[in-house]
């Protein structure tokens, strides 16, 4: 029964890697669910040193595809649904953009890009109503989903957004960013297939790692219940500046 398990999982990990990933999984669905943003990249950094290059961003959408569904269904009775709803055609709109033009963009440009803008979202002032309208939510969520496929982790920078949209209540921000990026997460699936990657090969992995996930956010939402807003803001800022200051950190080094 045990070698007919291990033949399931990917022959470019061994045990112990499977072990560390499915332990990943689980912290960084209770990082995100309790302080509202960070899971994604730190689970991004533990999939670059482990896995092979070309199933790490592929793979990564299918796990945080699940991890944020659990999360969603978790706390459905947040979600701004408006949001959602406007987030969704710029989402698919983004990934059908990617499938056009599935190449390697100049990274360490992304990097500076994304960090710069996230930086202005915590500590600049608020964006203009325009911005965080309808119409906006729209555009955010095409760009977002678009930059994705090509940088791996946007989530940083859609829970920045969604943050401003909704920023004195912290079940709805971390409600609303799940319900987006499951949006964002899902496409990948059929962009990276049709591109040639073969998902049967790491199902059994993704499975076994959305599993942890949900433990780690099921916990994640008890610790998140005892936060109050203002606390969470304080965690939520200091993650993500620390994000940002590791995202310039890898741009400079690519850069130079």
């Known amino acids: 029964m045990l070698d007919f398990f291990l033949s399931g999982l990917p022959d470019a990990l061994n045990g112990w890697q499977v072990v560390l990933l499915v332990v990943t999984a689980a912290f960084t669905s209770y990082l995100t669910a309790s302080v509202g943003v960070g899971g994604g990249v730190f689970l991004l950094a533990v999939l670059s040193l482990t896995m092979p290059v070309a199933a790490i961003i592929p793979v990564h959408g299918l ?3 699940g991890s944020n569904a659990n ?3 978790m706390l459905w009775r947040h ?3 408006r949001c959602v709803l406007f987030f969704m055609p710029g989402a698919l709109l983004g990934a ?15 990097q500076l890009a994304i960090a710069s803008f996230i930086l202005y979202l915590v500590w600049g002032p608020k964006l203009p109503r325009l911005m965080l309208g309808d119409w906006g939510t729209l555009v955010a969520g095409g760009l977002t989903t678009f930059l994705s496929h090509f940088v791996g982790a946007t989530g940083p920078l859609v829970a920045a957004f969604i943050k401003q949209k909704h920023a004195d209540d912290r079940q709805t921000s971390v409600a609303t960013f ?16 049709a591109a040639g990657f073969v998902f049967r090969e790491w199902l059994l992995l993704v499975l076994l790692m959305i599993a942890a996930g949900a433990l ?3 916990l994640g939402l008890l610790q998140l219940a005892r936060l109050t807003d203002r606390r969470f803001t304080l965690l939520f ?16 080094n690519g850069l130079l």
Do not use: D, E
């Not at 190449?103 to 360490?108: G, K």
């Open 63 to 65: 796990v945080q595809f």
């Open 71 to 73: 999360r969603a269904l």
């Open 79 to 81: 979600i701004s649904w």
């Open 96 to 110: 059908a953009l990617a499938a056009l033009f599935l190449v390697q963009l100049p990274l360490p440009v992304l």
């Open 178 to 193: 799940a319900a987006t990026m499951v949006l964002q997460h899902g496409p990948k699936a059929v962009v990276y297939g």
């Open 216 to 218: 780690g956010t099921k």
């Open 237 to 252: 800022n200091t993650v993500l500046t620390l994000l940002c200051l590791r995202l310039l950190w890898q741009a400079t």
